[in-house]
């Protein structure tokens, strides 16, 4: 599986930004995708994830300003980010994860987008 996402870059503080991921090869048909962070001396940490039956997940810091969605047939997931912040700079990672019985779990990722927010 091959992750290729796409829309990082500097914006200022209250701005918005689109990332976009698109994920080929071996899709199964119950997955997970969406994306995480990962801040400078932090840990990678997920900001929103949307599983193939439309279910989300955001992190409490991004609840209210980032919106995920996905186009399942295209195999593509989108954050729309919005209002952020200077706490929202990090290099965004795309995640895709299938979900398969009886099969350990497995992520794939993507290569990363660096997002900055200045204040």
């Known amino acids: 599986v091959q992750l290729q996402a796409c829309g990082g870059g500097l914006v200022q503080a209250g701005g918005s930004l689109r990332l976009s991921c698109t994920a080929s090869?071996?899709?199964?048909?119950?997955?997970?995708m969406g994306w995480y962070r990962q801040a400078p001396g932090n840990s990678r940490e997920l900001v929103a994830v949307v599983t193939s039956g439309g279910s989300t997940t955001y992190s409490d810091s991004v609840k209210g300003r980032f919106t995920i969605s996905r186009d399942n047939p295209k195999n593509t997931v989108d954050l729309q980010m919005d209002n952020l912040s200077p706490e929202d700079t990090a290099v965004y990672y795309c995640?895709?994860?299938?979900?398969?019985?009886?099969?350990?779990?497995?992520?794939?990722w993507g290569t990363g987008t660096l997002v900055t927010v200045s204040s």
């Open positions: 995640n895709y994860r299938p979900v398969e019985i009886y099969t350990p779990i497995k992520d794939y």
């Open positions: 090869g071996r899709i199964v048909n119950t997955n997970r």
